[in-house]
């Protein structure tokens, strides 16, 4: 059975108004479930473990106060899902989705994509941002507005010592504070803030790069359990070609042969992600 919706950003604080432009308040049968990432007008990135069996499935964008409705604040209804073919349900092995949705979001300075990862990862240590409507620690009510905390990368060994090194794959990274303390909160890998951005900005560009995805975690903030996010940069191929690009492919003329359709299809959506805003 599904956990009842809640989110929890332990150790957080109320995010400034309007921060977070690409978070999504993905809802199931109307309740908050899972939180998610706009990175196309039409497509969001989420934790291919909020989904199981088929529901009715809506997604907010621009929303900040769930208690009431923001001025930017557009629902939408939720055409398919797409889990990563790969995912493992068992090991939260490549626990990554796509949302498409009915129609394109509406954007406005409160309603932006966030940028794909770059090829170079940031280095360890540097700070990352997550964020999503959370209370301030474990089992605490839930807050009405987007809660955001500072969390550092953490090198893989660490993860892996940490937490087990079976336990983290490749396609997995950790970002938190051995201390305890602050943390994004997926209790036993249920739902609530799963499927949030942990946001990284680049300091060359200053562009929001979603470098990971809310996965799964050992307790919340606890002491010597960072939280575990997907790597995001593992999967920009399968975001852009295998789902985002799928639409310029439908734009073929009848009788192109297919490779060269295919081709020209992913030289649109290059340029298409060429450039993202800030």
Same mark, same amino acid.
């Given at each position: 059975?599904?956990?009842? @919706?809640?989110?929890?950003?332990?150790?957080?604080? =109320?995010?400034?108004?309007?921060? *977070? =432009?690409?978070? #999504?308040?993905?809802?199931?049968?109307?309740?908050? %479930?899972?939180?998610?990432?706009? &990175?196309?007008?039409?497509?969001? #990135?989420?934790?291919?473990?909020?989904?199981?069996?088929?529901?009715? *499935?809506?997604?907010? #964008?621009?929303?900040?106060?769930?208690?009431?409705?923001?001025?930017?604040?557009?629902?939408?209804?939720?055409?398919?899902?797409?889990?990563?073919?790969?995912?493992? @349900?068992?090991?939260?092995?490549?626990?990554? /989705? !796509?949302?498409?949705?009915?129609? =394109?979001?509406?954007?406005?300075?409160?309603?932006?994509? #966030?940028?794909?990862?770059? /090829?170079?990862?940031?280095?360890?240590?540097?700070?990352? !941002?997550?964020?999503?409507?959370?209370?301030?620690?474990?089992?605490?009510?839930? /807050?009405?507005? &987007? %809660?955001?905390?500072?969390?550092?990368? !953490?090198?893989?060994?660490?993860?892996?010592?940490?937490?087990?090194?079976?336990?983290?794959?490749?396609?997995?990274?950790?970002?938190?504070?051995?201390?305890?303390?602050?943390?994004?909160?997926?209790?036993?890998?249920?739902?609530?803030?799963?499927?949030?951005? !942990?946001?990284?900005?680049?300091?060359?560009?200053?562009? +929001?790069?979603?470098?990971?995805?809310?996965?799964?975690?050992?307790?919340?903030?606890?002491?010597?359990?960072?939280?575990?996010?997907?790597? &995001?940069?593992?999967?920009?191929?399968?975001?852009?070609?295998?789902?985002?690009?799928? +639409?310029?492919?439908?734009?073929?003329? =009848?009788?192109?042969? /297919?490779?060269?359709?295919?081709?020209?299809?992913?030289?649109?959506?290059?340029?298409?992600?060429?450039?993202?805003?800030?």
């Amino acid at each position: 059975t599904l956990r009842a @919706p809640r989110s929890r950003i332990i150790g957080g604080s =109320p995010a400034p108004r309007g921060s *977070w =432009p690409w978070l #999504v308040n993905l809802q199931l049968d109307g309740g908050l %479930m899972c939180g998610g990432v706009l &990175v196309d007008s039409s497509w969001v #990135v989420t934790a291919a473990h909020c989904f199981a069996g088929e529901s009715y *499935w809506t997604a907010v #964008v621009g929303e900040f106060d769930i208690t009431k409705t923001d001025p930017d604040e557009q629902v939408l209804k939720v055409n398919r899902i797409l889990s990563h073919p790969k995912f493992n @349900p068992k090991t939260f092995n490549n626990d990554i /989705a !796509l949302v498409e949705l009915t129609s =394109p979001v509406v954007l406005s300075e409160h309603v932006i994509p #966030v940028c794909l990862p770059s /090829a170079t990862e940031p280095p360890t240590g540097s700070p990352c !941002l997550v964020a999503g409507w959370g209370s301030l620690y474990e089992d605490g009510p839930s /807050a009405d507005v &987007v %809660m955001e905390a500072k969390v550092p990368l !953490l090198p893989q060994s660490t993860c892996k010592s940490a937490l087990g090194k079976d336990l983290v794959t490749n396609t997995m990274l950790c970002a938190g504070y051995l201390s305890g303390g602050i943390d994004s909160c997926q209790v036993c890998k249920s739902t609530g803030d799963s499927g949030g951005p !942990l946001i990284y900005k680049d300091r060359l560009s200053g562009r +929001f790069q979603l470098y990971g995805i809310t996965s799964w975690g050992d307790g919340c903030g606890e002491k010597g359990k960072p939280g575990v996010y997907t790597r &995001v940069a593992a999967f920009s191929d399968w975001i852009q070609f295998s789902s985002l690009c799928h +639409f310029y492919r439908l734009t073929c003329p =009848p009788g192109q042969p /297919a490779s060269t359709c295919n081709q020209m299809a992913e030289e649109k959506c290059l340029n298409r992600f060429k450039k993202c805003r800030k």
